[in-house]
């Protein structure tokens, strides 16, 4: 049994997370996702919208996922959890920042050296990711709102 590895934050679950899911599953016969700690989530990128337990929850309801654990807290490096779900593969979202060459180099000094890293593409889709999302919102509720205004609320 081929297992694949996917790690993310899942904030806001959209088509491109589970455009990223099916790619990541299609590449072995189990899908194992680590969802964000929210500790790492907030250092990284934002506060989470919703918490790590919910993500982990929506994210082990998508089809394409076999099993889902949230992640390590910050302190603690992601190569940690590798033992835990023993991939064969690693697959790295399309607009996820990690160089695919740096992270076979740290799995190879760290042991790893079987482990395959893989980037999946991306949904051709202008709304595939959660900023783009909040971005569009934002857009449209001022547009609205600018609307309202000129119209007298009417």
């Excluded at 919208?49 to 919910?54: F, N, S």
């Excluded at 790893?112 to 909040?134: A, N, Y």
Aim: aromatic fraction near 4%; glycine fraction near 8%; proline fraction near 4%.
């Amino acid at each position: 049994m081929k297992r694949v590895m996917a790690v993310g934050v899942f904030d806001l679950l959209h088509a491109g997370h589970l455009h990223y899911l099916e790619q990541a599953k299609a590449l072995g016969d189990h899908l194992t996702v680590v969802v964000a700690h929210d500790d790492t989530v907030r250092k990284r990128k934002h506060e989470p919208v919703t918490g790590q337990d919910l993500r982990r929850r929506m994210v082990e309801g998508l089809k394409p996922v076999d099993d889902s654990i949230i992640g390590n807290p910050p302190s603690v490096a992601i190569f940690e959890i590798l033992p835990i779900v023993n991939p064969d593969v690693i697959a790295l979202g399309y607009d996820q920042l990690h160089a695919v060459e740096k992270i076979k180099l740290q799995l190879s000094e760290l042991g790893f050296d079987s482990i395959e890293v893989v980037r999946v593409e991306g949904l051709s889709d202008d709304l595939d990711g959660t900023r783009k999302i909040i971005a569009r919102i934002l857009k449209l509720s001022a547009e609205k709102k600018a609307s309202d205004e000129s119209t007298g609320g009417q």
